[in-house]
């Protein structure tokens, strides 16, 4: 496969099992995604197949955009 428009797949750890996932910084954001992990310590985004890993170290702190 050729060209850069299909999705580029990652990894991100997170300090809470409830957030929002909104995919790149715009334009190649995706709408608002809400997941909760629920018992589960990883979980994969189903609009742009980001895998989240909870991480207990890392602490809550308030996103950029006010959620």
Known sequence: MSGGSYPKFKNDRVGVKEFVCI????PQDHPHVYINMGEEDTILC???ATWYRFD????ARPSSTGM
Request: hydrophobic share 10%; aromatic share 10%.
């Open 23 to 26: 995919g790149e910084s715009p």
């Open 46 to 48: 189903p609009y742009c």
């Open 56 to 59: 207990p170290g890392l602490t």
